[in-house]
């Protein structure tokens, strides 16, 4: 079974910086071969994906993050980031990472998820 590990969350203050990682392992397919993405749900919402990454680099974003957050992969390393800067209260949400392979929705894995919290 596929496993994603995040990590790099944290508290900052708002304006603040926090780089967010997922290493995946155990895949079926190569990793290059992976859609990988990353979801943030806060409390009482819905899950909403912030950004998404192929496995040629082609990046697209919510429009809430759109210059603020850069998805990018190492996939060397087996590895997506999430770095994301001036963060806002309203970024407060616990972020998951997910893994489509050959970017088939149906076929997505799910991390555990870290927690990102912004105060004001």
């Known amino acids: 079974q596929v496993q994603l590990v995040e990590s790099g969350g944290g508290s900052v203050q708002a304006g603040g910086s926090l780089k967010l990682s997922c290493e995946a392992s155990?895949?079926?397919?190569?990793?290059?071969?992976?859609?990988m993405l990353w979801f943030r749900q806060a409390p009482r919402k819905e899950r909403e994906q912030v950004a998404r990454?192929?496995?040629?680099?082609?990046?697209t974003y919510a429009d809430s993050v759109e210059g603020r957050f850069t998805i990018s992969r190492d996939n060397n390393k087996s590895t997506v980031y999430l770095e994301m800067n001036n963060l806002e209260p309203e970024d407060t949400a616990m972020y998951y990472c997910?893994?489509?392979?050959?970017?088939?929705?149906?076929?997505?894995?799910w991390g555990q998820g870290t927690q990102v919290t912004v105060s004001s």
């Open positions: 997910a893994a489509d392979p050959l970017c088939a929705p149906s076929l997505r894995s």
């Open positions: 155990r895949l079926k397919y190569s990793y290059a071969g992976h859609c």
């Open positions: 990454i192929t496995g040629i680099n082609k990046a």
